[in-house]
T-cell receptor
Framework: QKEVEQNSGPLSVPEGAIASLNCTYS??????FFWYRQYSGKSPELIMS????GDKEDGRFTAQLNKASQYVSLLIRDSQPSDSATYLC???????????FGSGTRLLVRP | EPEVTQTPSHQVTQMGQEVILRCVPI?????FYWYRQILGQKVEFLVS????????KSEIFDDQFSVERPDGSNFTLKIRSTKLEDSAMYFC???????????FGPGTRLLVL
């Protein structure tokens, strides 16, 4: 059973702080990794994609991938109250069309 | 910016009735997907569709489900005889290739009574 694991949270950080979200996956055949943000009652919205080991930065967001440890993370710098949402980690494999989602980490940014 | 659209946004139906959920994927995308999310649970894959046929389906996608691309723009999910446990948010997604980013539509909230 291919799994994607996330801490459900909530992760509470003050405004302006760095939020660190983590995700582990079980299948070594995983090739593509995505972070989506989901507000309550809404659809997943892409934040970042990452395919290679290392860091990838986009504005206030940095995704980190370590395939040897089967670990992917998302850092959010200068967190804003509007970042309060559930962050979903999703993993794709080259043997499959689907994305496997984690259960999400709820982030709460306190003003 | 191109986006995936879905209709209706909400659907209420009686158990045993048929429902059709509609999606318009991003126009230059070739891969289409349906996912569902039961309240408070994970987003779950249902089916993928490429080149006018199902490319992959999950255990959830049993004989009561079907998908179709009736024309060049729409992609539909039909649930033949709805059950109470089909109540969920259904998301359509599309991508330009395998392993590429899947972009999600706003979803259809289905409630089966």
């Amino acid at each position: 059973q291919k799994e994607v694991e996330q801490n459900s949270g909530p992760l509470s950080v003050p405004e302006g702080a760095i939020a660190s979200l983590n995700c582990t996956y079980s299948d070594r055949g995983s090739q593509s990794f995505f972070w989506y943000r989901q507000y309550s009652g809404k659809s997943p919205e892409l934040i970042m994609s990452i395919y290679s080991n290392g860091d990838k930065e986009d504005g206030r967001f940095t995704a980190q991938l370590n395939k040897a440890s089967q670990y992917v993370s998302l850092l959010i710098r200068d967190s804003q109250p509007s970042d309060s949402a559930t962050y979903l980690c999703a993993v794709g494999m080259d043997s499959s069309y689907k994305l496997i989602f984690g259960s999400g980490t709820r982030l709460l940014v306190r003003p | 910016e191109p986006e995936v659209t879905q209709t209706p946004s909400h659907q209420v139906t009686q158990m045993g009735q048929e429902v059709i959920l509609r999606c318009v994927p991003i126009s230059n995308h070739l891969y289409f997907y349906w996912y569902r999310q039961i309240l408070g649970q994970k987003v779950e894959f249902l089916v993928s569709f490429y080149n006018n046929e199902i490319s992959e389906k999950s255990e959830i996608f049993d004989d009561q489900f079907s998908v179709e691309r009736p024309d060049g723009s729409n992609f539909t999910l039909k649930i033949r005889s709805t059950k109470l446990e089909d109540s969920a948010m259904y998301f359509c997604a599309s991508s330009s290739g395998t392993l590429k980013t899947q972009y999600f539509g706003p979803g259809t909230r289905l409630l089966v009574l």
